[in-house]
């Protein structure tokens, strides 16, 4: 006897059948096109100011460079946009060599009145093969200059590493840019250049300036939901939410803590600073896709990013969660332009945020089990843990994180361990040190005193070290410097519970997402899903 679910089955199998041909036909049609085209690359990168151009920015650069190198052997055309351009002035700010203090007396003196901080040097850029400076002109130009050669089947890559401003008017995406001389380039002026490059030429961008998340509406015409999408298909891989800013800019290149670095060298095999990338391939097999790039830089970056796709901010705009509301952004199409929102929840069958992590994470992509076993095991959960359990640590952590960072200091005077309550025990110390020693109150004569080198120095050392106030000044630096280390341990693992939960939500979106939108957002979200998980050269089948 015929049950009324297979009564359900049979009635629906045209409709299913229909649309599993459409999905396989079209992502067919999207491999033949993808791969049969030439890429293009286009890199933006640098600062605003010497001030504003960290080393580091240039060691993207440079290390992207090389990525380019290994995975396009026959070469490929890239317009690189850097800082300054061609300009021989002195625009990097890089560390300055240190250089050892003339005793162990003037270093602990350096110690104390707090000039052992590393200095800074500037000097000119070594990006080779730069098409100009980092202006909203120049970057403009460059993808005009594009349209001229771009066909149907080519692809465009965007890199960006630089800076970024958040949105300053009544749309919270339109993020920014920051060029050099500070000119600012918008999301949505950046939306409607590439708005005029051919339409069957899809676009990726992978962004790590601060705010960079904005950007993600640039799948949308003039960067604005209400247009509609974009005519081409465009995705990005975000550093960072639209909201915050995102780690990296520094004038050191020792530490490449920073979200490109992972996600470009995750093609490599390892990090701009030779970190080994392991457990890159999530599916296994043998190739390395833009998405598994994206989970591996989400899984072992310990920064304060939360990292996030083109296709993920597509289901916060057009999905939703049932009895779970924090997945809503501002500026997400009304219910009423909704499939179906007319009914409920419950009418619709759509799924709860419920569940252990084995439960959401089989029904997500290779690539996202990969993250939430990777990101369960780094917290010490079970993967039986239940999604309720998840969220209340995530918000344990997050008032964990908000008491170290009191306990750090760095609340400004008058707050609980803030300027205005604690020193390090450095003023009473120097205070000691002056009245002991008058000819040291100034820092500059210091070189000019025989008596603080040679065996008349190290009898100094001695002495300051037996200076009543040493020993607390001492335990304070000590203690404030674990204080620093909990308060950073306890921001990094909020920022794991975030990319956690972040990446679960998406999980339960995307389940969700086909009973809430119209067949033609449903192909374009298959769409945006499957140009995220292209292969950054498809045409090199030397995959490591």
Not at 30 to 58: C, R
């Amino acid at each position: 006897m015929q049950t009324d679910f297979e009564a359900l089955i049979r009635k629906l199998y045209p409709a299913i059948r229909a649309l599993v041909l459409f999905v396989i036909g079209f992502t067919a049609t999207y491999w033949e096109t993808s791969v049969s085209g030439k890429d293009y690359l286009l890199t933006i990168g640098g600062g605003y100011e010497p001030a504003g151009n960290q080393a580091s920015l240039e060691a993207n650069v440079l290390f992207f460079q090389e990525v380019v190198t290994e995975k396009y052997p026959g070469g490929v055309e890239h317009q690189i946009f850097f800082a300054d351009g061609a300009d021989s002035q002195e625009d990097l700010q890089v560390m300055a060599p240190r250089t050892d203090p003339a005793s162990p007396a003037i270093a602990l003196l350096d110690a104390a009145f707090a000039l052992d901080r590393p200095s800074l040097s500037y000097r000119n850029h070594e990006v080779p093969n730069i098409s100009g400076p980092i202006s909203p002109r120049s970057i403009q130009s460059g993808l005009d200059e594009f349209a001229k050669r771009l066909s149907d089947g080519d692809r465009l890559i965007i890199y960006v590493t630089a800076h970024g401003g958040p949105a300053s008017g009544k749309d919270p995406m339109n993020t920014s840019i920051t060029c050099w001389r500070k000119e600012s380039l918008s999301m949505r002026k950046f939306s409607d250049w590439l708005d005029r490059l051919p339409n069957s030429v899809p676009i990726v961008l992978v962004m790590a300036q601060c705010y960079c998340g904005g950007f993600a509406n640039t799948m949308f015409q003039g960067g604005d939901p209400s247009n509609g999408f974009s005519k081409a298909v465009r995705v990005g891989f975000f550093a960072q939410r639209f909201d915050l800013p995102a780690a990296g800019c520094r004038p050191d290149i020792e530490n490449d803590e920073e979200y490109s670095s992972y996600f470009w060298g995750a093609f490599l095999g390892r990090s701009r600073t030779g970190k080994l990338a392991e457990g890159v391939d999530c599916d296994l097999n043998g190739c390395v896709s833009l998405n598994e790039a994206h989970a591996y830089a989400v899984k072992a970056s310990r920064t304060i990013d939360i990292p996030l796709r083109s296709s993920d901010m597509f289901l916060r705009h057009y999905s939703r969660i049932a009895g779970y509301d924090s997945t809503r952004i501002k500026g997400s199409p009304s219910d009423s332009e909704k499939s179906g929102s007319e009914k409920s929840d419950s009418d619709l069958g759509l799924s709860h945020f419920t569940g252990d992590l084995t439960d959401i994470s089989t029904l997500g992509t290779p690539d996202q089990r990969v993250i939430i076993e990777a990101l369960a095991m780094q917290l010490g959960l079970p993967l039986d843990a239940e999604v309720i359990e998840v969220i209340q640590k995530n918000k344990a952590q997050s008032e964990v994180y908000q008491q170290s960072r009191l306990t750090a200091g760095r609340r400004g005077p008058g707050g609980a361990g803030g300027r205005g309550s604690r020193n390090s025990g450095r003023r009473e110390f120097q205070r000691q040190i002056i009245e002991s020693w008058p000819d040291l109150e100034n820092p500059k004569d210091w070189k000019d005193l025989p008596w603080l080198r040679g065996e008349e120095g190290g009898t100094i050392f001695d002495e300051l070290r037996q200076l009543p106030s040493f020993g607390a000044y001492q335990k304070s630096l000590e203690d404030r410097r674990l204080a620093r280390e909990r308060a950073t341990d306890a921001e990094l693992k909020g920022v794991q519970f975030r990319r956690l939960v972040h990446t679960m939500e998406s999980i339960v979106l995307a389940q969700n997402l086909p009973r809430l939108v119209s067949p033609d957002l449903l192909q374009r979200f298959q769409a945006i899903v499957d140009l995220e998980s292209s292969l950054f050269n498809p045409s090199d089948d030397r995959q490591p």
